[in-house]
């Protein structure tokens, strides 16, 4: 006997009984009419699993005339009814501490760093948004390298991804790439965690499930996560691409900004760089050999966008406040 028999069974079993029943079902005083007032409480039927997954329906209660009113409940695309929704983890930054380590972090006063990272983040915003001559594929993904270790890719990332962070029309997304040799989550102060290698290597692994929020509103960041010895294999993978393009596509407004390995001695940027749509090549002054530069570029000629930026530079720095340009 269904649950909808059931029901009507027991109903006549009450007006048997004598008791005034307000509303009715099939083979009960099919002429008798519920009150306008009279809401019967819903009832919920979980049907066993079928080959289709599970199927939730919400049931209504039954008509006058004894028909059942079955409206399904929907749920938001891709998600599980009887699996909690995914959040990112929130962490905490010590604002002060990345300020005295030279970072940029908002609410600062005003200095030369933050200004300099106006200029060199300007045009990278004008091309992720289409605002620039020529349409860029992926223009919001934007990769951070150079030639050789030790020219401060690391320093120019996180502190690009704070100056975006500051703006008001977009959010950010800080991607340790680096998978090599790690060092985004260090140099911030957080310790090692799940993300970018655990997504692409461990079945059933979301973003959502690796990526920690800031106490910067609009700063996240996907660790590097778990060291695997097959890195070039996996960044090169159509799960990769599959990541990318999720990343590109999720929400308008995300910069993605990849802090990615040293061009020359490893392959995994190069691999990167065919992904997205801008790279950074921090220089360090007065130290990367010319060659060696030019080597770096060689590799980078098939990608829409790359841009330089010398760093560590020692020229005189003014105290002045017009005595740099701003924008």
């Not at 020529?134 to 990332?157: D, H, Q, W, Y």
Request: aromatic letters at 4%.
């Amino acid at each position: 006997m269904n649950i909808i028999e059931q029901a009507a069974k027991r109903i006549e079993e009450l007006r048997r009984a004598g008791v005034d029943v307000p509303w009715t079902a099939t083979g009960v005083d099919q002429e008798a009419k519920p009150p306008a007032e009279v809401v019967p409480p819903p009832m919920l039927i979980e049907p066993p699993l079928m080959h289709g997954g599970p199927t939730v329906v919400a049931l209504s209660s039954l008509s006058a005339k004894g028909d059942a009113r079955v409206a399904p409940i929907e749920f938001p695309e891709h998600s599980d009814p009887y699996k909690p929704a995914r959040r990112s983890r929130l962490v905490e930054l010590d604002l002060k501490r990345l300020a005295a380590n030279g970072f940029l972090v908002p609410g600062a006063p005003r200095t030369q760093i933050e200004a300099e990272f106006r200029v060199v983040k300007r045009p990278l915003l004008m091309n992720a948004t289409g605002e620039s001559a020529a349409p860029i594929v992926r223009g919001n993904l934007i990769m951070v390298t150079s030639a050789l270790p030790g020219e401060g890719k690391t320093f120019s990332a996180i502190n690009l991804a704070m100056s975006i962070a500051m703006e008001l029309d977009h959010t950010v997304l800080l991607v340790d790439a680096d998978v090599v040799r790690p060092s985004v989550l260090s140099r911030l102060g957080l310790p090692p965690a799940k993300g970018l290698l655990d997504v692409l290597t461990t079945p059933g692994t979301d973003l959502a499930d690796v990526m920690l929020k800031t106490n910067i509103p609009k700063l996240t960041i996907l660790p590097a996560g778990t060291a695997n010895s097959r890195t070039t294999e996996l960044l090169a993978s159509g799960a990769m691409v599959d990541l990318l393009t999720e990343l590109a596509t999720s929400y308008k407004d995300r910069i993605v900004i990849f802090d990615a390995p040293p061009l020359l001695p490893s392959t995994e940027s190069r691999v990167l760089a065919t992904h997205v749509g801008q790279v950074i090549v921090v220089v360090e002054a007065d130290q990367t050999p010319r060659p060696a530069i030019s080597q770096a570029f060689a590799t980078l000629e098939d990608c829409p966008v790359v841009m330089a930026v010398l760093n560590k530079c020692r020229g005189k720095v003014t105290s002045s406040a017009y005595g740099y340009y701003a924008v």
